[in-house]
């Protein structure tokens, strides 16, 4: 079959191990199967391939029956990426299947976005048969940015800047790791620019509380429509996105896909301090 075939017909197990969440989703097209939401930090590498084997038998399927998996790449935990990415990794080399690689910042985007834009009902229970971020966030009249959050500490955050508008879903500002003060800046000096379309409302999503001092001078100088929505990670919008990437054919390697790290894990960081 074709790209795209095997994404409106084919069966996609999607995981996301970059937070202290964990998230794990099956679906085949557009119909989710299951989900599995849980907090592990500092244990994704205990609980992840039992949550995978649950998830798998409650549909009935096995490994082998996979057509494709999507992992989460990060940016993040330095050690819950390289583990989903891992797995992701073998996974797919194993049994042959599409390797789709998504954005962990991107996927914690479009769950925002969707949870902003229909007043969080579409995110209540997690248990819709139906993918719809995508098509939600495009059938709209708003111009919303969402900027994602994960905390990396001393003021910063792994961040970027995601845009639904009627002309689709897109990004406009890469991942990175980003001193929050600077970045908040930044964005308010460009929304407040007249070189392009003014955004209707932007919405600050993820791990934000420990900036909040940061947002509310941001939101102070902005004084339009804001939001700041604590959200994690939810695996059904990464199968969303991992499909799209499928359709068209951007797929991984599973011997070259290399998670987005940002920085430099801590270990690393100490010893050349050390030895500088």
């Known amino acids: 079959m074709t790209n795209t075939m095997n994404a409106l017909q084919g069966t996609l197990l999607a995981i996301d191990t970059s937070t202290s969440s964990m998230s794990l989703a099956l679906v085949r097209g557009n119909e989710l199967l299951g989900e599995i939401n849980s907090k592990a930090e500092r244990n994704h590498s205990i609980h992840l391939l039992p949550q995978i084997q649950q998830l798998l038998t409650s549909a009935g399927l096995s490994a082998k029956e996979l057509d494709a998996f999507g992992v989460g790449v990060g940016p993040g935990s330095y050690t819950g990426v390289r583990i989903g990415v891992t797995a992701a990794k073998t996974f797919a080399w194993t049994h042959g299947m599409a390797l789709l690689a998504v954005s962990s910042l991107e996927t914690m985007a479009l769950g925002a976005a969707e ?20 098509e939600t966030v ?20 792994f961040t970027g800047l995601y ?3 009627g002309q689709g879903w897109s990004c406009l500002e890469s991942d990175s790791i980003r001193l929050m003060s600077a970045w908040t800046e930044q ?21 934000t509380k420990l900036h909040e001092e940061t947002l509310q001078r941001f939101f102070a100088g902005w004084q339009g429509e804001s939001a700041e929505l604590p959200h994690e990670i939810r695996a059904r919008h990464l199968a969303e996105l991992a499909r799209a990437r499928w359709a068209e054919g951007r797929t991984e390697a599973p011997h070259g896909l290399v998670p987005n790290y940002t920085q430099l894990p801590e270990a690393e960081v100490k010893l050349m301090a050390q030895k500088s």
């Open 187 to 207: 964005l308010l000096e460009r929304a407040l620019s007249s070189q392009e379309i003014k955004p209707d409302c932007i919405v600050f999503a993820g791990e």
């Open 163 to 165: 845009q639904a508008s």
């Open 138 to 157: 495009r059938n709209q009249g708003k111009t919303v940015w969402v900027v994602p959050m994960i905390e990396a500490r001393r003021g910063q955050a």
């Open 115 to 134: 949870a902003y834009l229909t007043g969080g009902i579409a995110d209540a229970d997690g248990n819709e048969p139906i993918l719809s971020a995508l």
